[in-house]
């Protein structure tokens, strides 16, 4: 049976991958929008029919940008409809321009929302865009420059999808957990101590780990750092490579000052017949899945594991009849070494597989474009599956903090029969039903550390940002109190996870443990 027997006509597929980097001095500044442009029209030349596909693109949607995922001065100069924006500059016309709400994960929750959308019959032609002018942005703005151009009032979208939640509390803010830098060394910590691993060890493992990351993004044209580093040069701290929170050096934090764009282009089997567009084009979403994890950092059932990542790998794997085994290449997300090592372990892969845990290089050494690093991860999958037809890849996209997730699993082999998704909210109600930790706002008495990290700035380090449990299990955020500047160097010091100590409320309405003997 070949091929134009088998597929039914209404099956989504990708047919075009479009990526870009600017890599234009400073004062030479490039504009979101630029980017934006040169992704998408070269995700609409790679399936060979630009200008016929163009007409036929009935939804955009865009990736949510930085200046509109943060807190902004008044006046920051904004595209308040990016996907319409798009569009004018492309000369499209679109029945629908869509945005997203916050998240890593966005990129690959689009593609699966839209390749439902297309095997329904609600969409025909949908162009997925997104891109940062982080490091343009920044240097034009320090050095007082006009920045009229990056500002353009096409409205409101028409839409915005994703979920608007924000990622942390104010009790968790409070504490100094909320942000990025200062929230995924906690889970490092916990997912140390549950291997068993000391301090030193666990560094080995780290780096290990993320050199190959460095080998794969030095491969890659569109990456930022085109640089092989060992496992010591990314772990050790130097003058340029200093200590941001225990145990993450700054060669493992994803890097946002950067100027990126990627695009992607999805229709049905009927469409690219239609059109002529090469069969070596197409690649199938065979597997799809998203879920979330427990909202908020403090009521996470541990922080050494995910269940969310766990469960849905399990759906997407169902949905496109593979095991584990049989996925040829990976691109889990990768912020941070945590995020790379919970979703290995979830999906029950060592840390060094030989397939490879990255085929981009990494938040860290392709680049940290906002939210749209996964863009860029299912092009560069999509691109090496073309080249070994019939090979499959799986992608993972994350957001906040190992919070929000979204899979696909993709080939150029054929899907058989029709293409239908589980129901994403039933996994999700079994995820929200976990049992986990109640947490106390104001804690009092005997305590012990759940985890922990050391916070610093370019002055060295700055404070303890800490999880326990007090005895009888219920859960606390905490730091060390603000006049025992002592006790934030025993924690450098000394591996205090799991110690016991004294927790209290103190009069600024923050939580202060103090470990035993001190």
């Known amino acids: 049976m070949t091929d134009g027997e088998r597929l039914v006509p209404s099956t989504p597929i990708l047919v075009g991958v479009g990526q870009t980097t600017w890599r234009g001095a400073p004062e030479d500044p490039v504009t979101t929008k630029a980017l934006l442009v040169k992704a ?152 140390r101590k549950h291997r068993g691993r000391s301090r030193a060890g666990h560094r080995v493992v780290m780096g290990a780990l993320m050199s190959r990351f460095t080998d794969v993004a030095a491969a890659n044209p569109y990456a930022w750092f085109r640089e092989v580093r060992t496992g010591a040069e990314i772990v050790t701290p130097t003058d340029g490579n200093r200590i941001v929170s225990t145990p993450y050096t700054k060669r493992m934090n994803a890097i946002d000052a950067v100027d990126m764009g990627a695009a992607l282009v999805l229709t049905s089997v009927a469409r690219a017949r239609a059109l002529g567009i090469p069969r070596g084009k197409w690649i199938f979403l065979h597997g799809a899945a998203e879920a979330s994890e427990l909202w908020h950092v403090s009521a996470r059932v541990d922080y050494h594991s995910c269940g969310a990542i766990r469960a849905m790998a399990h759906e997407a ?128 008495g005997a305590a012990r550390v759940e985890t922990y990290t050391v916070l610093h700035d370019r002055d060295g380090p700055r404070r303890v940002i800490l999880v326990g449990r007090l005895g009888d299990g219920r859960r606390f955020l905490a730091n060390t109190p603000k006049d025992r500047p002592e006790l934030v160097e025993r924690f450098l010091a000394e591996d205090l996870m799991g110690a016991r100590g004294t927790v209290a409320q103190g009069e600024d309405g923050r939580n202060a443990f103090i470990p035993g003997g001190a």
């Open 40 to 191: 998408a029209r070269a995700a609409l030349a790679d399936t060979g029919c630009a200008e016929a596909l163009g007409r036929a693109v009935d939804t955009l949607a865009c990736v949510r940008h930085w200046v509109d995922s943060l807190p902004m001065p008044p006046g920051t100069p904004r595209l308040t409809n990016p996907p319409k924006s798009l569009a004018k500059a492309l000369g499209l016309r679109p029945r629908r321009h869509v945005y997203t709400h916050v998240g890593g994960n966005t990129p690959q929750a689009l593609v699966n929302h839209y390749a439902e959308h297309i095997a329904r019959g609600a969409a025909d032609t949908v162009l997925i865009a997104g891109a940062e002018a982080h490091r343009s942005f920044t240097a034009l703005q320090k050095a007082g420059g006009d920045l009229s151009a990056w500002e353009e009032d096409e409205g409101e979208p028409d839409e915005v999808l994703g979920d608007p939640r924000p990622g942390a509390t104010s009790h968790e803010r409070a504490h100094g957990i909320g942000v990025p830098i200062s929230t995924y060394p906690l889970f490092e910590e916990a997912y």
């Open 317 to 444: 794997l169902a949905m496109a009849d593979r095991r584990i085994a049989q996925i040829d290449c990976f691109d889990l997300y990768s912020c941070f070494p945590v995020a790379v090592e919970i979703a290995a372990a979830e999906l029950a892969l060592h840390e060094d597989d030989p397939r490879g845990l990255t085929v981009t290089g990494g938040l860290p050494y392709f680049g940290g474009p906002g939210n749209n690093y996964a863009t860029h991860a299912i092009a560069t999958m999509a691109e090496r599956l073309r080249q070994k037809p019939g090979s499959f890849g799986l992608v993972t996209a994350n957001g906040w903090y190992l919070t929000k997730h979204a899979v696909g699993i993709y080939s150029t082999a054929p899907v058989e029969g029709p293409w239908v998704r589980g129901d994403p909210s039933r996994l999700q109600s079994e995820l929200d039903a976990r049992e986990h930790p109640e947490l106390v706002e104001a804690p009092e």
